[in-house]
C-alpha cells in the first residue's frame, strides 16, 4: 500500500504516488437489492465484513433518489471489498443496512 499527505491550496496538485507491486490480495464483489424504495427518495446504504470479531471493512453510500411514479427496486452492483489474502476458506460475515435520507416532503416555494 502507498499513502501519501497532501495539502491542496488552490490550482492543480500533481502526486506521483510511486511504484506499486500487485499482489496477496482477495476480492469480494457484493451485490444488493432495495426492495420498494419509494420515488423521490434517497437511499443510505452501508455494507459491512467481518472475519470473527475484525471488521474488514465498511463501505457507506448513498444511492440517488428514482423518479418513477411508484414504489420500485433498485439493485446495486459492484460493492468491491480487497481483502489481504490469508489461509482458505475464510469464515466472512457480510451485513448490510438501509434506511431513507428523505421524508419526501416538498416545499410549494
Known sequence: MLER???????????????????????LDCSLRLAGVLPERRVAVAVE????????????????AHHGSQAADVVLRGVRFYLPEA??????????????LDLGQRCLL
Do not use: K, M, N
Not at 499527505?5 to 476480492?27: F, H, K, R, S
Open 5 to 27: 499527505q497532501l495539502t491542496l491550496e488552490g490550482g492543480t496538485l500533481y502526486c506521483d504516488l510511486g511504484p506499486l507491486e500487485p499482489g496477496g490480495w482477495q476480492t
Open 49 to 64: 465484513v467481518t472475519e470473527g470479531d475484525i471488521c474488514r471493512g465498511a463501505r457507506i453510500f448513498s444511492v440517488p
Open 87 to 100: 489461509e482458505a476458506p475464510r469464515r466472512l460475515t457480510v451485513r448490510a443496512d438501509a434506511h431513507y
